[in-house]
């Protein structure tokens, strides 16, 4: 499994349109994400119009691919696209990426095998 974050600046004169968007989101447009192979997708708005994203996959590029070739996210991705600053092409696919520097599971699990390696009993 991937962990995939990243993060949009969303234009802080359209945050509220941009929110009530996504309240709710087009059902087919929900059934293609989910599709996609993306799960456990979150989108986290900060101060300012920052935008970060957070999903989980098995196979990112197949699920950028399979969301590139949807007309249904081309439909989506073609009426947010005026939502956001700096951005060159689909949000869904020019989203500047974010690296993993902490993963609380992974660290205790690493954790708990070294303990086991090092422990005397």
Known sequence: MTRVAF???????????YIARHTPV??????EIAASGRRNYSLFLGDGGRLFG?????????????????PVAARWEAEMARFFLG????PDQAATPLAEV?????Q???SAGDHRESDPS
């Not at 087009?26 to 059934?31: H, S």
């Not at 951005?87 to 689909?90: E, H, I, V």
């Open 7 to 17: 993060q949009l600046q969303v234009d802080p004169a359209l945050l509220d349109e």
């Open 26 to 31: 087009w059902p087919e447009m929900l059934a």
């Open 54 to 70: 957070y999903y989980e996959t098995d196979d990112d590029a197949a699920a950028q691919a399979y969301l590139a070739a949807s």
């Open 87 to 90: 951005l060159d092409g689909r």
């Open 102 to 106: 902490f993963n609380l599971h992974d």
């Open 108 to 110: 205790l699990a690493a």
